[in-house]
């Protein structure tokens, strides 16, 4: 069974900084991992998708980088606002079928002025 | 552009009671998908459906029931609500290119 983990659980960081969150998952059959945001009482937002045959997206402000091998992805953050403040997920979908998006628990981001 | 909606937002129900939530979608999207978001627990796939005429079961199915009669519409239906089921619950349709697309949720509480 898939397993992904997000580390660090929350993070807490000035304004301007740089930062990396990391998602790794256990089965690297993947057809896709997908990035999102929540803010609190919200719904999810897609950030980023990254397609199996990809290693990477860039959205503004944001890279998303994607290693099967070793089962790891990064969301990279550049310059980071307080509107950043937000939980990110990252999603994993497995080839098996549609039945095998797995989430992560998210990492849990406040950027403070 | 409406996307993935949603209703109601938010609802009280009393142990026993049934209720629908309604999910609408204007993609044109075949796949549809009810999660259930608990603390601690992350999102869990309730069912989820292919097509107009085909559902399955996620990683959390009992007490849920859906339906789906069109391409835009999924509805969730519990049937006798239990305490267990307070949680938000979220429905969300994929893109061909494998996007998802989430509504703002619906936050139930039963008592």
């Known amino acids: 069974k898939q397993e992904v983990t997000q580390i660090p659980a929350a993070l807490s960081v000035p304004e301007g900084e740089n930062l990396v969150l990391n998602c790794s998952f256990t089965?690297?059959?993947?057809?896709?991992l997908q990035w999102f945001r929540q803010d609190p009482g919200k719904g999810l937002t897609s950030l980023l998708l990254?397609?199996?045959?990809?290693r990477e997206q860039t959205s503004g402000r944001l890279n998303a980088s994607l290693d099967k091998s070793s089962g790891r992805s990064t969301l990279y953050i550049a310059a980071s606002q307080p509107g950043d403040s937000a939980t990110y997920l990252c999603?994993?979908?497995?080839?098996?079928?549609?039945?095998?998006?797995?989430f992560g628990k998210g990492t849990m981001l406040l950027v403070s002025p | 552009n409406a996307g993935v909606t949603q209703t109601p937002k938010f609802q009280v129900l009393k142990t026993g009671q049934s209720m629908t939530l309604q999910c609408a979608q204007d993609?044109?999207?075949?796949?549809m998908s009810w999660y259930r978001q608990d603390p601690g627990m992350g999102l869990r796939l309730i069912h989820y459906s292919v097509g107009a005429g085909i559902t399955d079961q996620g990683e959390v199915p009992n007490g849920y029931n859906v339906s789906r009669s069109t391409t835009e519409d999924f509805p969730l239906r519990l049937l006798s609500a239990a305490p267990s089921q307070t949680s938000v619950y979220f429905c969300?349709?994929?893109?061909?290119?494998?996007?998802?697309?989430f509504g703002e949720g619906s936050r139930l509480t039963v008592l």
């Open positions: 969300a349709s994929q893109g061909h290119n494998g996007e998802l697309f």
């Open positions: 999603a994993v979908f497995a080839v098996t079928g549609y039945s095998t998006l797995t």
């Open positions: 993609m044109n999207h075949e796949y």
């Open positions: 990254i397609q199996s045959s990809q």
């Open positions: 089965d690297s059959a993947i057809y896709n």
